[in-house]
């Protein structure tokens, strides 16, 4: 059978583990080739090797990253960087907010501002936003990450809406909680918020809003995206679709 991506380069982002080293491995089983974006420089190259790829080292936090990336034209990016923080909104630095911001909101404004034009000229162009069900619904204790998810629900709209003319489609994945080192060091911080032990925090915190209560895979995830980014997905653009268990059907 042809590889539907074959021909394609797809940019991911935060791709050296998780989410993102899962959507880097299926979209190179499809045939892309795929930047693996990461701000480590170990994990990257690791992934790069693994799946016939090429190793971006880039910190999205800092806006001059864009220099980083390579020139070459890009069809498919996946923007799934990010990180999570936890505390009250009276205790949470601001420097950390901002930091959050500037990787979750800026960052694929920055990407999309150089890539657009390619995709244009092409008349073809992905992209998926690894959002979060924290995109749809808010938490306590999450101030940025909630409000970086959203505005990155909005920014996908927008592309969604001035892409379409152009053959360039523009969505978000909104997954609950997924099995992560994110998650992972989400558990520990949210046992210290709340003061319980981390396995209520999985049962009690995490999977109390879903009906299906367990953690998503990543491959899961990457599922979805490689979906979205083949032929099946050219129709669908300005949404988010919800990979949750049920949290937000109720």
Not at 94 to 100: G, K, L, R
């Amino acid at each position: 059978m042809a590889k539907e991506l074959t021909g394609r380069t797809a940019l991911v982002t935060g791709a050296g583990g998780g989410i993102g080293a899962a959507c880097a491995r299926r979209l190179a089983a499809e045939g892309a080739r795929v930047l693996v974006v990461d701000m480590r420089a170990e994990p990257a190259e690791r992934v790069a090797a693994e799946i016939g790829g090429v190793a971006v080292v880039a910190d999205l936090a800092d806006p001059g990253f864009v220099a980083a990336l390579p020139g070459e034209p890009v069809d498919i990016v996946v923007n799934n960087a990010g990180f999570q923080h936890v505390a009250p909104v009276e205790e949470f630095p601001p420097e950390v907010f901002a930091a959050m911001l500037r990787v979750m909101v800026e960052a694929p404004f920055l990407i999309a501002r150089q890539v657009l034009p390619g995709m244009y000229a092409s008349g073809w162009g992905r992209f998926v936003n690894i959002s979060s069900v924290h995109g749809l619904r808010a938490s306590p204790y999450k101030s940025a990450y909630t409000a970086a998810k959203h505005a990155l629900e909005g920014f996908s709209k927008v592309v969604a809406l001035e892409g379409a003319p152009h053959g360039v489609t523009s969505t978000c994945v909104c997954p609950a909680y997924v099995r992560t080192g994110l998650v992972e060091a989400q558990i520990a911080d949210q046992a210290r918020v709340h003061g319980i032990d981390p396995e209520q925090v999985v049962a009690d915190v995490m999977l109390a809003p879903a009906a299906i209560k367990r953690l998503i895979e990543p491959d899961e995830v990457a599922e979805l995206v490689a979906y979205l980014c083949g032929p099946a997905g050219s129709f669908i653009t300005g949404v988010s679709l919800p990979l949750d268990g049920g949290w937000t059907a109720q």
